[in-house]
Each structure stands twice: as C-alpha cells, then as structure tokens.
C-alpha cells in the first residue's frame, strides 16, 4: 500500500504526520521523503544512511567539429535551450528537460551528452523503516525529475510511505501518483482552506482516493470542515493544538517517543487510511 | 524602485501574514503575490480585480486516435512516462518535449498550447496587487511568477510607488528562483525549528548564488529559545542581517479568520511595533546600501 502525506499549505505538518506515522506503524515499510527542495523526515526519523548517489539530467553539448548548423536540435526543442546560427550553436543546459529530442533529431551525431546535477538521493534505514530522500542541488530549478527518481527507489509492493511537497501543482503530482490513498494534512484557517481546495483538485484529477487530518483543530474557524462535509471528503483525524507538539517537533525529536498518546494517534489514523484505500474516485473529466 | 521579495524555505513560517502586515503600515506600495501554486494574500487584502489575463504556457501533446498507426515510436522516445500503451498522452505526466510530436511518422500528434491559469492586476486598501491562480495540477515553471513580477514592477513605477513586496513561495526550485532574479533584497521568515533552521540554510545559500543581501526575521521565536538564538548566531557568521524575533500568537489567526492583516485586528499588539521596526531597519539598511 502507498500512502501520500501532502496538504496544499505548507507547515499544516505532513511530515510530523508521515514520520511520526512511519514509525508507529513499526513494520517494514519504505519512507519516501519527496519534498526534495527542503527534506525535513531525516530530522526526525535520523536514519543511518549508507548510500548515497547524484541524480544528473543529460543537457545536450554540440561537438563543433561535427555540427553542420541545421538547427534541427534548436527546432524541437521546446524549452530554448539550444540557439543555432549560421556559424555557430550553442547550448544553455540549465534550460534543458532532458527530453533527448535534440538527440534524436541530430544527423551529424554531433551532440554530446553533459550531465547536469540536479541533486542527490541517499537512502539507509532506520529500523524496520527503509529509508530514501532526495536533496535539490541548490541552484537547480527543475524539481520533478529528482521527486521522480525517489519514488523508483519505492514499488517493492510493501508499505511506502511518501511525505510530499507543499502546493498543488507538478512536484505534489510526482511525488503522489500511483498512490492508494493521499492524506491531505490541513489547518483551520482561511488560507488552509484556500490552498486544500487546490490540492484537493489537483488529487481529484489523478483519480486517487483522499482523506483528511485537520491539524490545530481548534485554531481558526469551521469552514474547512464545512468544505470536507459538502465534498464528502473523510476527516480521519483532529488534533487539537498543543504547544508541547510543537516544542517536541522544534527540537526534531518524533513525538509517538516523546508523547505516548501520539502512539495511539497514529494507530488510528492507520487503521482509518488501510479502511479508506483502495476506494478509487471517479477521475472528473474537464468537461463533467 | 526597489523590491522586498519575502522567502523562508519551509512552508508555513509566516511569509504572507508578515506581508499583509507589512502592507499595512500606512505607506502605499506595491504587492505581488508569487506564491502562484497556493496564493493566499488575496484572502487578507480584499482585492477589486481591474484586470484578468489567461495565461498561457508550454504545450501538451495530444494524439488523435483516428489517425494513429500503433507503430509505438513514441512509446520508445517518450521520457516522461507519459503515453499510456494504448496511445493515450496522460497530460498530468506530460512535459510538453513536443518529441512525440516532432517524430510521429503518421503526424498523428496534436500539440497545442497550454492554458495553464489566470492572473490578475487589482486594487487594494493598501496598493496595488498582482496575484494568480494556477489551473488544476498546472506546470509551475517560474514563467508566470516571471510575469507577475514584471508586471508589478511596471504598476509601481507608474503609479510612483517606491517599493514592491513580492510574497514568494516556500521551497528553492523553479518559482523561488523566479521571484529572486533582480530582487533588492530577501526576507527571509523562518521559525525556531530544526526543520525551519534547515531550510532556513538552503533558501539562504540560494539567495547568495543570486548574490542579494538577506534580512531574517525568527517568527514564533518564544517556541523554542534555543533554536531561535542558534538561528540569530547563523546569521552573524553568516552575514544576513537578523531583524529579530516575534512571538507565536494566535492574534494572527484570529486576524486571518477575519480578513484582516494584524495590524488591523489588534492595533494596541506590542507585535505591531515589532513589525513597523524592522521595516524601518530594512529600508535604513537599504539606504545605506544604495543612496541613490
């Protein structure tokens, strides 16, 4: 089973969730922590990591010897990151998708692959918990691809656990496709509510079932969970605020070893995820 | 002109009620909302939208079945995962390479621009704001992060305004990056965590490859001393200039709930003077820094 942790807004507290989760569950399982721009679950979970290995995009490189300036390169590739003149090319690989469509397309074999780091991914454990994250290089802008070759570091076909991103756009849709089922950790507050019903589309349109955790329940207003009852989206958990939880997880330390309620918290919050996956909603077609 | 982009890596440290607040100390500037993917300032600022735009781009590829011999090529170029065996192109998975569209023998492939939100120029209490609204799952690539800006820098320097704050998005990838270029400085709101100390270092690192000075401001410092301090003594060796600590306090909740900045909800908060003060220390700083 895949369980996603997402939630729209940042800091509602997916990753307290997912590493907290992880390890009450205390059965071998896989984390996947795919926020790769800012990777917090090592924090908390502080496995041994034994490997470690940089990620690399192929940017294309043109061998001037060999080009002939047809342009063809320049002409499929989408993102400008290949400029031929008369005498001359040359190419921007921060620009590059790592499409291969240059690559295709050249009849000299006149390019020549240059790798461009995107970042790197280190796995280890932590227990029963098998252990991987990816870090962006700093610098880099494309996110997807890294978020991508974390989750090929899952589908051992046991528990994975993947904590994701904030937002509701490309990098949440890498890190949670394929899922049985993404939490959907909010708060509730104006901007809680806004930013759920955007990622509650984004995961509506992947077809995968959802449920929600309603974190600090009891600052801010009813409105989000007005919005969960008209959209019939189940609300798996309330945690009320606590200073203490949020003492616990400012000093990194995993609050199911430092508040044993949290324990009996996540139990339940599993027992409801396993209930509710597998359940697969109608994938809304844009013009229903 | 100059603008103030606000930024702290991890999401949730406090960046758009720190704006609002900002907003709403009593000069008129600029705003900009660069969190594309979850914009929130609209929800304290009440704006009367002058303008809508659609926004356009990349493309997405689309293969029409009827004309499409099954010859599976662009099963074999397709990178991305995103063309499923039975010739379908999922969009979600899409890149817009446009290879398969370049490539296929029949010609069978569609590739048609991609409408991926809308933005929009408003009018608010407190100035001008440029905000957006990304469509469902849409590709976030900085291009439309890229416009706003632009398109707020223009409104600033027609209306005369001296500055722009631009709401930035949590994260270091493509639209953070997006909302630096050219910036004249960076607020950076972090919290007294391990995790928000963490990210803290990557937004800061990233800042500094784009080589603009960095203000910090410890938001819910009184959460945990220890690592608020840590964070002050980060940048002193460091260099960015530390504006302070502010306390956690459910005020900015209440005041959200309400549609309203702190500022407004609570007038006699001491947080208010925390805020008017290191405004006055950030356009000091700046002063000093370009007397022009």
């Not at chain 1, 700093?138 to 996110?143: M, S």
């Not at chain 2, 991890?10 to 406090?14: E, S």
């Not at chain 2, 397709?78 to 192109?89: G, K, L, P, T």
């Not at chain 2, 410092?221 to 945990?224: F, Q, R, V």
């Given at each position: 089973m895949i369980i996603s942790v997402a939630s729209g807004k940042g800091g509602t507290g997916k990753t307290t969730i997912a590493a907290n989760l992880a390890v009450a569950v205390a059965q071998p399982a896989t984390f996947l922590d795919c926020d790769v721009e800012e990777p917090n679950a090592h924090l908390f979970l502080k496995p041994h990591l034994s490997r470690s290995l940089d990620f690399h995009l192929e940017a294309p490189e043109i061998d001037t010897r060999r080009c002939t300036f047809c342009g063809k390169c320049q002409e499929i590739c989408q993102f400008n990151a290949i400029a031929v003149l008369p005498t001359a090319a040359l190419t921007f690989p921060d620009l590059c998708h790592g499409c291969g469509g240059c690559f295709l397309v050249c009849p000299e074999e006149a390019l020549i692959p240059q790798p461009r780091r995107l970042g790197t991914v280190e796995t280890g454990v932590r227990g029963p918990l098998r252990f991987v994250h990816g870090r962006l290089r700093?610098?880099?802008?494309?996110?997807p691809p890294l978020i991508r070759r974390v989750r090929q570091e899952g589908g051992d076909g046991g528990l994975t656990i993947i904590d994701a991103p904030p937002g509701a756009s490309c990098p949440l849709l890498a890190a949670v496709w394929g899922s049985d089922l993404v939490l959907l950790v909010t708060e509730p507050t104006p901007f809680g509510l806004n930013d759920l019903e955007l990622a509650v589309a984004a995961v509506r349109e992947m077809g995968l079932p959802l449920g929600l955790v309603i974190n600090r329940a009891d600052l801010g207003d009813r409105r989000v969970h007005d919005y969960a009852a008209r959209e019939g989206l189940p609300i798996f958990l309330e945690i009320p605020f606590d200073r203490r939880v949020a003492e616990t997880c400012a000093r990194g330390e995993l609050l199911v070893e430092k508040m044993p309620a949290w324990n009996s918290l996540m139990q339940t919050l599993f027992h409801r995820i396993r209930a509710e996956s597998g359940k697969k909603t109608t994938r809304l077609r844009p013009d229903e | 002109m100059q603008e103030l982009v606000v930024l702290s890596g991890?999401?949730?440290?406090?960046k758009t009620s720190l704006v609002g607040a900002l907003a709403a100390l009593g000069e008129k500037l600029a705003l900009c909302d660069?969190?594309?993917?979850a914009p929130d300032l609209h929800l304290l600022l009440g704006p009367q939208i002058i303008e809508r735009h659609d926004f356009s781009a990349g493309r997405k590829a689309n293969i029409r079945e009827r004309d499409c011999w099954q010859c599976g090529d662009c099963l074999r170029w397709?990178?991305?995962?995103?063309?499923?065996?039975?010739?379908?192109?999922d969009p979600l998975r899409c890149e817009g390479c446009g290879v398969c569209w370049s490539l296929c023998p029949a010609g069978a492939v569609d590739f048609p621009e991609n409408l991926c939100g809308q933005w929009f120029l408003a009018d608010t209490r407190f100035g001008p704001l440029v905000h957006a609204r990304l469509g469902?799952?849409?590709?976030?690539?900085g291009k439309l992060v890229a416009l706003l800006r632009r398109e707020a820098r223009r409104l600033a320097e027609a209306q005369g305004l001296e500055w722009l704050i631009t709401d930035g998005p949590p994260g270091i990838g493509c639209p953070v990056m997006a909302a630096l270029g050219e910036a004249t400085a960076v607020l950076l709101v972090t919290e007294p965590s391990l995790s928000g100390q963490h990210d803290l270092q990557r937004v800061a690192a990233l800042t500094d490859h784009f080589r603009l000075p960095g203000f910090v401001l410890v938001n819910k410092?009184?959460?945990?001393w220890p690592m608020a301090r840590a964070i002050r003594k980060f940048c002193d060796l460091q260099g960015y200039r530390f504006l302070g600590y502010l306390p956690f306090s459910p005020a900015f909740t209440q005041a959200q709930v309400e549609g309203k900045t702190i500022l407004e909800y609570d007038r006699d908060n001491q947080i208010n003077q925390v805020i008017a003060g290191l405004w006055k220390r950030i356009r000091r700083e700046l002063q000093k820094q370009d007397p022009h």
């Open positions: 700093v610098g880099e802008a494309l996110v | 991890k999401g949730g440290t406090g660069a969190d594309v993917d397709c990178r991305f995962q995103a063309i499923s065996d039975d010739f379908r192109v469902v799952a849409a590709e976030n690539s410092a009184d959460l945990h």
